[in-house]
């Protein structure tokens, strides 16, 4: 079974392309299909709406099976007014990967050094105009993490804050847990058993 990513993000790719490759799913970018280069203005007020608006647009443009995933960023003991949320790299989405890792790095300051945050991860797949399929539990969300002021040397286009992010029990980079580096973002298997579900798979 073959179906689009709604995204351009080669690492947001490889990771899904991971978790369900043993479900037997190929994973195509929007690349991969010769989606024109398109910006969609994400107005959601969370993830689960990002996503949904994302899927709608590309599923309409090209009348094909796909998927479209968001994350919001949830920092703990920040204010409301703070918080990231769906805005990980500012208003507009105006910041770059380094000036993404700065931005975070200097408001771990504001906390001694580190400060614990979360992922909220939402997807929503299409399969037709009828059938439209949404989720954000608990199980596609990341585990606690540290984010702290000074970045590791290895950087990953497109994932900026993996450079700041420290797996709390460990106190490691997750660059430096060899065996799960990316764990963090979202738990080990909550896509692939919204996949499961939703396609009624094996």
Same mark, same amino acid.
């Given at each position: 079974?073959?179906? *689009?990513?709604?995204?351009? +993000?080669?690492?947001?790719?490889? @990771?899904?392309? !991971?978790?369900?490759?043993?479900?037997? *799913?190929?994973?195509?970018?929007?690349?991969?299909?010769? #989606?024109?280069?398109?910006? *969609?203005?994400?107005?959601?007020?969370?993830?689960?709406?990002?996503?949904?608006?994302?899927?709608?647009?590309?599923?309409?443009?090209?009348?094909? &099976?796909? @998927?479209?995933?968001?994350?919001?960023? =949830?920092?703990? +003991?920040? &204010?409301?007014?703070?918080?990231p949320g769906v805005n990980i790299? %500012?208003?507009?989405?105006?910041?770059?990967?380094?000036?993404?890792? $700065? @931005?975070?790095?200097?408001?771990?300051?504001?906390? %001694? %050094? !580190?400060?614990? $945050?979360?992922?909220?991860? $939402?997807?929503?797949?299409?399969?037709?105009?009828?059938?439209?399929?949404? =989720?954000?539990?608990?199980?596609? #969300? /990341?585990?606690? @993490?540290?984010?702290?002021?000074? &970045?590791?040397?290895?950087?990953? !286009?497109?994932?900026?804050?993996?450079?700041? /992010? *420290?797996?709390?029990?460990?106190?490691?980079?997750?660059?430096?847990?060899? #065996?799960?580096?990316?764990?963090?973002? &979202?738990?080990?298997? %909550?896509?692939? #058993?919204?996949?499961?579900?939703?396609?009624?798979? !094996?």
């Open positions: 079974m073959k179906l *689009i990513y709604g995204t351009t +993000n080669e690492a947001k790719l490889i @990771f899904m392309k !991971k978790r369900l490759e043993p479900l037997g *799913i190929e994973i195509l970018g929007l690349g991969d299909v010769g #989606a024109p280069q398109r910006k *969609i203005v994400e107005s959601g007020r969370s993830p689960l709406e990002n996503a949904r608006i994302k899927a709608l647009a590309y599923y309409h443009e090209l009348k094909l &099976p796909l @998927f479209s995933c968001d994350s919001g960023l =949830y920092i703990d +003991n920040l &204010p409301d007014h703070r918080q790299r %500012g208003d507009n989405d105006h910041m770059d990967d380094e000036e993404t890792i $700065a @931005f975070y790095a200097a408001l771990a300051a504001e906390f %001694g %050094g !580190k400060m614990t $945050a979360r992922y909220q991860n $939402a997807i929503c797949l299409v399969l037709d105009d009828q059938q439209v399929y949404e =989720y954000m539990g608990e199980d596609i #969300a /990341s585990e606690r @993490f540290y984010l702290v002021t000074n &970045p590791h040397p290895q950087r990953r !286009k497109g994932f900026p804050l993996d450079s700041i /992010s *420290i797996h709390i029990a460990s106190g490691l980079y997750y660059y430096d847990r060899t #065996a799960d580096s990316d764990k963090y973002i &979202p738990t080990d298997d %909550g896509f692939a #058993a919204f996949f499961q579900r939703v396609l009624r798979l !094996k």
